[in-house]
């Protein structure tokens, strides 16, 4: 009655899963909403009094909502530290989780250097 290959189908998704979701959301977010800000500010004289300090305000609370995007995506990788064999997904979650911290790093210098600035 018990069969393993129903149970398994339906059963909840993997850590690593939920890793590969949240890094991929976090690199969205990070690609879509804060890097194009921080390209137009880095960018000389592309904008000036109200402008630039509307650009600022917006990258202020997109780069918040990235740092609670990245922590979500951290408690994921988080959860993988206990898996006694790590699968091929899992080394591939891994992968894509310390790429999506390498484009956060690079931001947070960007954003620290712009908000300071302001």
């Known amino acids: ?29 990070l690609s879509r909403e804060v890097l194009p800000v921080v390209l137009e500010l880095e960018s000389p004289d592309s904008l000036a009094g109200e402008e630039l300090s509307a650009a600022l305000a917006y990258l202020e609370v997109m780069w918040t ?24 997904l899992t080394d591939h979650a891994c992968r894509y989780h310390a790429s999506v911290r390498l484009l956060r790093e690079d931001l947070a210098g ?9």
């Not at 909502?65 to 091929?88: I, K, N």
């Open 1 to 29: 009655m018990d069969d393993p290959a129903i149970t398994e189908r339906h059963a909840p998704p993997c850590d690593d899963v939920c890793l590969m979701l949240r890094a991929h959301a976090e690199h969205g977010w």
């Open 65 to 88: 909502e990235a740092l609670l995007r990245a922590r979500q995506t951290d408690v994921g990788h988080a959860r993988l530290g206990g898996h006694p064999r790590p699968c091929q």
């Open 110 to 118: 960007r954003v620290a250097g712009l908000l300071q600035t302001a």
